[in-house]
């Protein structure tokens, strides 16, 4: 069974780091794209990262929102990924989702459960 | 604002057929697969329907998806109460280098 755990999330002032960790069982992990999502307080959906397998380049995407302050990583020995967020903003307040990666339509198959990110003062 | 224009709600009775639109452009749906997620009350969000209209394994043939040049549709068929869900369109933007969604559609079995 594809399983993903989320943790790392936490209460932290604008300006400062986190880093959010996504531990997967159940799959080969080092055989897929990895991804990021989050979804602020009543609100939808929005894409944060991704990271290709090492087959592919272990190549990242990230969106605009988060490019230059967020970095997407994975340790395949461990069958971790993870997301460094710094300079944090209040509006990177959300509910941070782990996700498998598959295909060309780079579809999201298998969500983990959510960390919560709140950025405040 | 969504980058892909969804209605924010939509309704019908058990039994019915219920139709969700989802509209793009060139550099996303128009050069690019749509994939549909289900996010039931308090959950995490699944994948509906991936590549514009393959079902993975577990998901009700009652759902089904299409595509016709710079816009999407997912639709229910025989609508039951636990359909009742937020339901999202998302698609790779050429553009923009990454993912794009709709801002998501509320449905309400009535």
């Known amino acids: 069974e594809v399983q993903l755990v989320e943790s790392g999330g936490d209460l932290v002032q604008p300006g400062r780091s986190l880093r959010l960790s996504c531990t997967a069982s159940?799959?080969?992990?080092?055989?897929?794209?990895m991804g990021w999502f989050r979804q602020a307080p009543g609100k939808g959906l929005e894409w944060v990262s991704f990271?290709?397998?090492?087959?592919?380049?272990?190549?990242?995407e990230n969106a605009a929102s988060v490019k230059g302050r967020f970095t997407i990583s994975r340790d395949d020995s461990k069958s971790i990924a993870y997301l460094q967020m710094n300079s944090l903003k209040t509006e990177d307040t959300a509910v941070y989702y782990c996700?498998?990666?598959?295909?060309?339509?780079?579809?999201?198959?298998?969500w983990g459960q959510g960390t919560l990110v709140t950025v405040s003062s | 604002q969504s980058v892909l224009t969804q209605p924010p709600s939509a309704s019908g009775t058990p039994g019915q057929r219920v139709t969700i639109s989802c509209s793009g452009s060139?550099?996303?749906?128009?050069?690019?697969?749509v994939n549909w997620y289900q996010q039931l009350p308090g959950t995490a969000p699944k994948l509906l329907i991936s590549?514009?209209?393959q079902r993975p394994s577990g998901v009700p043939d009652r759902f089904s998806g299409s595509k016709s040049g710079t816009s999407a549709s997912l639709a229910i068929s025989g609508l039951q109460s636990e359909d009742e869900a937020d339901y999202y369109c998302?698609?790779?933007?050429?553009?923009?280098?990454?993912?794009?969604f709709g801002g998501g559609t509320m449905l309400t079995v009535l």
């Open positions: 996700t498998r990666v598959v295909g060309a339509p780079m579809a999201a198959d298998y």
């Open positions: 159940g799959f080969s992990f080092g055989d897929y794209t």
């Open positions: 990271i290709r397998s090492n087959t592919y380049g272990g190549t990242t």
């Open positions: 060139s550099s996303n749906i128009g050069s690019n697969t």
């Open positions: 590549g514009n209209n």
């Open positions: 998302a698609a790779w933007d050429d553009s923009l280098n990454g993912v794009v």
